[in-house]
């Protein structure tokens, strides 16, 4: 496990955590912190790898062309993905338009499912607990 890998692993626990805090009482930043929580969980896989992405576009191209077209993820993963970046392009940049309760709630279960299927393509990833 590469530190690069274990923190961005760290990171996503921790987006997660703040989205689950936030979904009722604030669903545009949860739903934000729900996508970062995804990005940085398929940030690390990709960390393991080698592969480093700077921009956001980047790293979704990559989660459908390197994890869902060769079989790693379902498709469903990748379409929570591309959910979450929407949602989250709403939420931070929505000029007068936000994300529900019930879409904010939503995003979240989508991270936790992404988080999910990181682990099981990066199991060593699982021993990684954010203390």
């Given amino acids: 496990m590469t530190e690069q890998a274990r923190d961005l692993w ?4 921790r987006a997660l955590h703040t989205a689950a805090s936030l979904v009722d009482e604030d669903p545009d930043s949860a739903a934000s912190r729900a ?11 990709f960390a393991l790898e080698d592969k480093f ?3 956001h576009r980047a790293i979704e191209a990559a989660v459908h062309r390197d994890l869902v077209k ?3 993820w379902l498709e469903d993963l990748g379409a ?6 929407r949602l ?6 929505g000029l007068g338009v936000h994300v529900s ?14 988080l999910q299927g990181v682990r099981q393509v990066c199991p060593v990833l699982e021993r990684e607990t954010d203390a």
């Fill in 70 to 72: 060769t079989g790693r």
């Fill in 80 to 85: 929570a993905f591309s959910e979450l970046v």
């Fill in 53 to 55: 992405f700077t921009k």
């Fill in 101 to 114: 309760a019930d879409a904010a709630k939503e995003a979240l279960r989508k991270a936790e499912l992404i």
């Fill in 35 to 45: 996508y970062y929580s995804a990005f940085y969980a398929v940030s690390a896989v």
């Fill in 10 to 13: 760290h990171r996503a626990q």
């Fill in 88 to 93: 989250r392009t709403m939420g931070d940049y």
